[in-house]
């Protein structure tokens, strides 16, 4: 049996940076998560993941975004336990708030197609303020459509009852993130690599 002996090319440096970066926000994401406040009439806890959500799509871009979101969960799937309460396991993607966290890479890429308008990244900073807000506001809205309307379904609930405990709690606290991913991206101190 011969063996084929060839020359590896290298992996291009933006592209190691970029995962450096993706693996680093997946585990900032993991590090908050724990720390949760549950409300009594919800399946699901307050956190901070949404704001590293946020993070992801701004900073990270449509493509690296839903890659670290994607580790991220591939990482409390196996047992990490980086979920709200450090919970992880399947049991938790597929439990009543299953939805919010499948919504992640979705919000992650979707807030990034509109701010970098594509997959080439630029600066944060420079996207004007209805740019961004208009994007953060389009990803909460698929993370807590998609977590509500998942909880519907598993809960047997309306989509109105699923709304006003899984969606409607959380408004002042989103909108609290929401100005914080922003204020962070407008410092200027994240940028995306190559920018």
Avoid: C, N
């Amino acid at each position: 049996m011969a063996t084929e002996h060839g020359a590896v090319e290298p992996v291009r440096d933006e592209i190691v940076r970029q995962f450096a970066r993706a693996a680093l926000l997946a585990a900032l994401i993991g590090a908050v998560a724990p720390v949760s406040i549950p409300i009594p009439f919800s399946p699901a806890p307050i956190t901070l993941q949404v704001l590293f959500v946020f993070l992801a799509g701004l900073v990270l871009g449509p493509v690296w975004g839903t890659v670290s979101l994607t580790l991220y969960l591939a990482a409390g799937a196996v047992g990490i336990p980086v979920f709200a309460g450090f919970s992880a396991g399947p049991g938790v993607l597929f439990g009543r708030s299953g939805g919010y966290l499948w919504a992640y890479p979705v919000a992650a890429g979707l807030i990034g197609l509109l701010v970098h308008r594509g997959t080439d990244l630029r600066a944060p900073a420079d996207v004007s303020l209805p740019v961004l807000v208009g994007a953060l506001v389009a990803g909460t809205a698929v993370i807590y459509g998609m977590g509500s309307g998942y909880m519907a379904w598993l809960l047997d609930m309306t989509v109105v009852e699923a709304l006003m405990v899984g969606a409607v709690p959380f408004v002042p606290v989103e909108l609290l993130k929401l100005v914080a991913a922003i204020a962070i991206v407008k410092s200027g101190r994240l940028q995306p690599v190559g920018t």
